[in-house]
């Protein structure tokens, strides 16, 4: 790879957000203003080899992409459409850094206006650059129809006028961070188990680019952390194309410099003194991760920690997961009676429930309930990793039968 190549490839990893929401915040097309900067790209690679890398990679960029949507503007005011907007001189190229509109970027995409299940993938889009085709695989739909759908938010953002910019609103912001948070975790959960976990990646780099722009957000840390923790793990939770529990991972091929990350990111959390969800969660995995280190798992410390995210924010996963805990401190008859209160309905449907019970089953000793338990769970698994995981667990209460 040429440094041209190079240096516009780190332009486009570390600015594309930066760039996309300036350019598209006088107009809120965020669609023309892609087309722009994938043009000015295309300039860069063309004129950055001969000319050398210019001393500011992103004001060259920022310059030739407004230069290609002033000539569009001209086009339209020439041949105008519907819609078209009017030519407006531009702004002069910036003398020194250019400002990061990253965030306001993010708000846009978390707006109430939109369908809350577009906030993730406009902000993998929008803000990193992730192509729709990508995008779509993590979401289980056609390439077309992802594709589809963000042309149709991105115009509904044009047309109405949805503003770039951090609401002031103090009723507005909380909710809009919320919608920003759960959609970064939402891109971190969805590649979980995929191989290249990309998607993680991407999530944690937008983890940390949030605990940048909102430093007094407590659980933007606390989300950096968690993501952070999880990726620092990447590498250990699947072997031989076998999902590995927690518990079980081989320490050794755990990512040190992700976890001293994520202990800074939870501690700057702690100093601000509130206290949340995915701090309550990211206290969760350091704990587990603990374990490089001391050899063991404080379980009594897990118990109590969980007992606050039950109460914080309720969930299955939680609960099911406490219920284990229980069951680590108090023997797997007490884990079987803490899931013993969940509602059925609820867990009719729900794999992790039914691992949870299968393994406990098998602990007790009641080895046809724990291989029944095993094989609703496999029933309800789609993810190779994870059937291939019960698979070996069945196999095993079948070898001892």
Known sequence: MTEAARAAETAARASYGKLVAILAKRSGDIASA?????????????????TGVPQNPEAWL???????????????????ETDAMPDLPEPAPPAGPVPDERLALMMVCAHPALPADLHTPLMLQTVLGVEAADIARAFVVTPSAMAQRLVRAKRKIKDARIPFQIP????????????????????????????TDALGQEALYLADLLRQLVPNDAEAHGLAALIAFGQARRLARICDDVLVPLDEQDHHLWDGRLIVYGQKALAAAGALGSPGRYQIEAAIQGLHLDRAK????????????????????????????????????HGPDAGLDALATFDDALVRGFQPFWTARGKLLADVGDRDAAIRAYEKALSLTVEPPVRRYLERRLAALAADG
Not at 42 to 48: D, E, N, P, R
Not at 171 to 195: K, N, T
């Open 294 to 329: 001391t050899g063991r798992i404080d379980w009594l410390a897990l118990d109590q920690l969980y007992f606050a995210l039950c109460k914080i924010n309720p969930s299955l996963g939680a609960s099911v997961a406490h219920a284990i805990v229980t069951a680590k401190r």
């Open 34 to 50: 892609e087309d722009a900067l994938a043009d000015a790209f295309a300039k860069a690679l063309v004129a950055w080899p001969g």
């Open 168 to 195: 002031d609103d103090d009723d507005d912001l909380p909710d809009r961070l919320g919608a920003v948070r759960e959609a970064v975790y939402a891109a971190h959960a969805l590649d979980w188990l995929a191989p």
């Open 62 to 80: 920022l310059t030739a992409a407004r230069n290609r949507l002033t000539d569009a503007q001209r086009r339209l005011v020439r041949f105008p």
